[in-house]
């Protein structure tokens, strides 16, 4: 019992971070480009570089970015959970 309730827990936090993951990571570089849109100088340069991102998240999100942003991390999340039941597999195939 002991043995699922770790590969259970394992399993749920590898899915969650996963999905964070691209979340802060898109974030974070939406932030950043926004932040230097501020500066008079670089406003052509920051949206030449969010409007390619933004369109890129909208065709995963059937127009919406955020929905994009979405289908990505759970497809991320689905994957690493895939993973890690393979890695937990071949440890217990190696022991």
Same mark, same amino acid.
Not at 20 to 30: D, E, K, R, T, Y
Not at 68 to 71: A, E, I
Not at 86 to 95: P, S
């Given at each position: 019992m002991t043995i699922? *309730?770790?590969f259970l827990r394992s399993l &749920?936090?590898?899915i969650?971070?996963?999905?964070?993951?691209? *979340?802060?990571?898109?974030?974070?570089? &939406?932030l950043t480009v926004s932040l230097m849109g501020h500066i008079p100088v670089l406003q052509t340069v920051t949206e030449a570089i969010s409007t390619p991102i933004m369109q890129f998240l909208a065709i995963f999100g059937s127009g919406n970015a955020i929905g994009?942003?979405?289908?990505i991390s759970l497809t991320c999340s689905f994957v690493g959970g895939?993973?890690?039941t393979?890695?937990?597999?071949?440890?217990?195939?190696?022991?």
């Open positions: 699922w *309730m770790n &749920l936090l590898t969650i971070f996963s999905f964070v993951a691209p *979340m802060f990571l898109v974030g974070s570089i &939406l994009g942003l979405f289908t895939l993973f890690d393979y890695a937990y597999y071949r440890c217990q195939i190696l022991r």
